[in-house]
């Protein structure tokens, strides 16, 4: 005899699709968040730190699709809410102690996540969030070691920066790229 201590199925799909769409809704914010630092980069002629965040934002985009993919998949509904509000006017030496903290953030909270996938059984879900994390981890050391350059190294870093150019070196893609290349 099933106990109220027992989920029912759709209850434990519920609580997946919950625990996807809190992880996209954190993604979009970091998408949005991290748009607007490449532009302040890019406006101060900081190429290079441009380019890796346009390129980490990018990454977001892919993850907040992953996680919509496997929402539609259990047959939820994918959020377009951001997961709080985006910061504005950032310089130079506010953006990545406060990109490294988010990361961190992120890390933190898919870890509890992955959690509440496994223990509703759905292993396909945590193993989504392991591979996130994984990507998590690679942002979080390139923005904890560009926090670290700027706090030791300060004006000489940025100097060096100065100047370099903010292309990705990655060919463009969407509808429109793909269009082209037939
Ligand atoms: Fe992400
Ligand atoms: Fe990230």
Same mark, same amino acid.
Not at 148 to 168: C, E, P
């Given at each position: 005899? /099933?106990?109220?201590?027992?989920?029912?199925?759709?209850?434990?799909?519920?609580?997946?699709?919950?625990?996807?769409?809190?992880?996209?809704?954190?993604?979009?914010? /970091?998408?949005? *968040?991290?748009?607007? *630092?490449?532009?302040?980069?890019?406006?101060?002629?900081?190429?290079?730190?441009?380019?890796?965040?346009?390129?980490?934002?990018?990454? =977001?985009?892919?993850?907040?699709?992953?996680?919509?993919?496997?929402?539609?998949?259990?047959?939820?509904?994918?959020?377009?809410?951001?997961?709080? *509000?985006?910061?504005?006017?950032?310089?130079?030496?506010?953006?990545?102690?406060?990109?490294?903290?988010? =990361?961190?953030?992120?890390?933190?909270?898919?870890?509890?996540?992955?959690?509440?996938?496994?223990?509703?059984?759905?292993?396909?879900?945590?193993?989504?969030?392991?591979?996130?994390?994984?990507?998590?981890?690679?942002?979080?050391?390139?923005?904890?070691?560009?926090?670290?350059?700027?706090?030791?190294?300060?004006?000489?870093?940025?100097?060096?920066?100065?100047?370099?150019?903010?292309?990705?070196?990655?060919?463009?893609?969407?509808?429109?790229?793909?269009?082209?290349?037939?």
């Amino acid at each position: 005899m /099933a106990t109220k201590e027992i989920s029912s199925d759709k209850e434990r799909v519920q609580k997946v699709i919950d625990a996807l769409n809190k992880a996209r809704s954190m993604e979009l914010q /970091a998408i949005h *968040q991290y748009m607007i *630092q490449h532009y302040t980069l890019s406006d101060l002629d900081y190429g290079k730190l441009a380019a890796n965040i346009k390129l980490i934002s990018i990454d =977001e985009m892919d993850h907040a699709e992953r996680f919509a993919e496997r929402i539609k998949e259990l047959k939820g509904e994918p959020t377009s809410a951001l997961a709080s *509000q985006v910061v504005k006017g950032q310089g130079v030496r506010d953006i990545f102690p406060y990109d490294a903290n988010l =990361e961190d953030n992120t890390i933190a909270t898919y870890n509890q996540l992955l959690a509440v996938c496994r223990e509703n059984g759905d292993m396909i879900s945590a193993d989504i969030f392991q591979k996130i994390i994984d990507e998590e981890r690679e942002h979080y050391t390139y923005f904890d070691n560009s926090r670290n350059h700027i706090d030791t190294l300060g004006d000489i870093f940025l100097a060096n920066i100065a100047g370099t150019s903010s292309s990705t070196g990655i060919e463009r893609k969407g509808f429109a790229a793909a269009k082209k290349n037939g």
